[in-house]
């Protein structure tokens, strides 16, 4: 009995030690199948390690161009090697989690992915968008710039962040740092400049197809690592990426305009009403201010970009060519569709590697000793309530009603001047001059577009911002737009641009007193909006020099109006100049963002319009400044 007793006993403890070892081992396997769906919702779209938090392999890139030149992707093939999702995590846009994505939805009526519930980037939500591939080489402290701004400023996932790397010097412990993905790539040494554009090409030609054909990402953002982004730039990219699949015209979405200067964008500009137009300066219905106005256009601007793996297939791995810039690749391949850009950048490029957001915003102290594109324009407005608006859908962008309720209805209303230069007498106003250009190719562009510092042809010799022969800008407080005589537009409404312009049919006390179209429309403006032009001590920012008591150091200069003292006639007329000349292209950065500035000879030093800024001071120049009342 004793023994059956103790056998009994014994028994009773092995299944109690089973039963608990089998408690354990349910609690870990719901654990884990729990982490796993919790990554799935918070990870990359796609891992090459079949695990979406997994870290790619370094060297992943090594044997791609070999399978890229002997392998035919099958376009249509379900992979069961890679795991990614379908676009429901695939576009860029703060919000709630567990919020299905419309984008996902296959009906007749396409809806923005920006339906969902939008929450503000310091709430500590990460953005949901598409794959961002960093291109690097050898700019670590500039990726760590680009890398923080995004996770930062745009809430970005780190988890959907790529590091291309095929720099001489590794980039991982940056990767680390953000907990980013990294790859090294090792394309050819490149001796030369020939080599090294062959080097990027390589470069970029791998990028694509490991994401688009290796682990068939139906979209994927391309930043360079020497970029800066607005908190909106994300959202913006996320609303133009999802118009793509209902308007097989667009072929890309910039955050880069060439264009978008401080001086024509208007940041800081004076508001007086003058003259003769005071009507809104609003492109269309859709938008109530050029932060949020966006345009389609033929060139390729880069810096920035998102496109999707239906427009690589089709378009840009069909025109791919070896030894050529992996740009001009881009640009040729988008005959017959058009790019979506903002109107005020989302993306600025260069400048120190410690510089952020604030410190490029529009303020009375940039740091412009230290060099940079500082003339730039950045878009410093977000605001969610745009982008869950309808008009933040980018619906008007779609190729019929941009036609319909962009163009139209601006050639309709626009005043027709001859001169570019006669925007000076208007201020919110729309206008439209009119070029002998015979194509996009003309040279009239830039002979036109260099009198105010702005970019006219670029990659392909396409002009930048081009649509159907016409290009927008912004000129002294006004919306302009160039059309060339070989547009459509010119065809359609040249009959009723006819007529010249002409100051005394508005304003019949105005008195012209010079030889030229330009000095009379700057001494005019200079007149009604009571600019004085001051000459400044040695060592004084234009803000310095029309300082007032009881207002901010700002607000006595404008970048805008620096570009009406930036002229050789003028300045001999109000300040008795005995001659100008051009900057000599010296080194010093800041020296350039002087001009106009004064010599004791009575000689003005000019120079490229986009370097005008009110903030620039150096030692030993004396400034020629716009001061406003």
């Keep these: 009995a004793l023994v059956d007793i103790t056998m009994v006993t014994t028994l009773v403890k092995k299944i109690m030690i089973g039963m608990v070892l089998g408690l354990v081992c349910y609690c870990a396997l719901v654990m884990v199948l729990f982490n796993r769906n919790d990554e799935r919702e918070s990870s990359s779209s796609f891992s090459p390690n079949n695990s979406p938090s997994a870290p790619p392999k370094v060297g992943a890139f090594d044997t791609f ?91 970005a996932n780190p988890a959907k962040i790529y590091v291309l790397d095929d720099g001489e010097s590794s980039a991982k412990e940056v990767a680390d740092e953000f907990g980013v993905h990294y790859h090294f790539f ?58 793509m699949p209902s308007d097989p015209s667009i072929y890309c979405v910039s955050t880069w305009n060439d264009n978008s200067f401080r001086w024509n964008m208007g940041q800081g500009m004076h508001e007086t009403r003058l ?14 201010g050029r932060e949020r106005q966006f345009f389609r256009e033929e060139h390729f601007g880069g810096l920035g970009w998102g496109t999707s793996r239906e427009v690589y297939l089709s378009k840009i791995k069909p025109a791919w060519r070896s030894h050529v810039a992996w740009d001009i690749v881009v640009q040729d391949a988008s005959a017959g569709v058009e790019c979506i850009f903002p109107e005020v950048a989302r993306s600025y490029h260069n400048g120190p590697s410690e510089w952020t957001l604030s410190d490029i915003a529009p303020t009375t102290t940039s740091p412009l000793e230290q060099g940079g594109l500082i003339a730039m324009a950045l878009n410093m407005e977000f605001s969610s309530d745009f982008w869950q608006s309808p008009e933040g859908k980018l619906e008007y962008l779609h190729k019929d009603r941009y036609e319909s309720e962009v163009m139209q209805p601006y050639l309709a209303r626009a005043t027709f001047i001859q001169d570019s230069s006669q925007a000076a007498y208007f201020i919110n106003e729309s206008l439209v001059v009119v070029l ?19 970019w006219a042809v670029g990659n392909g010799n396409v002009v930048r911002g081009v649509h159907r022969g016409s290009v927008f800008t912004r000129l002294f407080g006004n919306t302009i737009l160039f059309v060339g005589q070989h547009s459509p537009y010119y065809k359609e409404h040249s009959a009723r641009w006819k007529v010249p312009f002409d100051i005394k049919g508005v304003d019949t006390s105005f008195s012209l007193n010079s030889n030229t179209l330009r000095q009379d429309a700057y001494i005019y403006r200079i007149q009604k909006e009571s600019i004085s032009v001051e000459i400044g001590k040695e060592g004084q920012s234009c803000f310095e020099v029309c300082k007032k008591e009881q207002r901010p150091l700002s607000a006595g200069c404008s970048d805008v109006m620096l570009q009406l003292v930036n002229d050789c006639d003028v300045l001999k007329k109000l300040v008795h100049a005995k001659s100008c000349h051009r900057h000599n292209g010296e080194p010093s950065l800041v020296r350039k963002f002087t001009t106009p500035y004064w010599s004791s000879d009575s000689t003005v030093t000019l120079n490229h319009g986009l370097y005008l800024n009110c903030a620039a001071s150096h030692l030993g120049v004396s400034r020629v400044c716009p001061c406003l009342p």
């Design 65 to 155: 161009l070999q399978r890229y030149e002997n392998t035919q992707v099958d376009q249509d093939n379900d992979s069961e090697d890679h795991d990614f999702t379908d676009i429901d995590d695939q576009v860029a846009v703060l919000r709630i989690p567990n919020v299905t994505n419309p984008l996902h939805q296959h009906n007749d009526k396409l809806h923005s992915p920006l339906d969902d519930v939008l929450v503000p980037a310091s709430s500590g939500k990460h953005t949901d968008h598409p794959v961002i591939a960093i291109i690097t080489s050898d700019r670590q402290p500039h990726l760590k710039r680009l890398l923080r701004n995004l996770v930062d400023d745009c809430a």
């Design 186 to 243: 090792h394309a050819n040494e490149a001796n030369n400049h020939h080599d090294r554009i062959a080097h990027m090409n390589e470069h970029y030609r791998a990028v694509f197809g490991y994401f688009f054909e290796d682990n068939k990402q139906e979209y994927a953002i391309f930043l360079e690592d020497d970029l800066l982004l607005s908190q909106d730039a994300l959202l913006y990219l996320n609303a133009g990426l999802s118009l």
């Design 275 to 288: 003259m003769a137009g005071e009507t809104s300066v609003d492109i269309d219905h859709h938008v109530g």
């Design 436 to 454: 002998a250009a015979s194509s996009n190719a003309d040279q009239l562009w830039s002979a036109e577009f260099d009198k105010f510092g702005l």
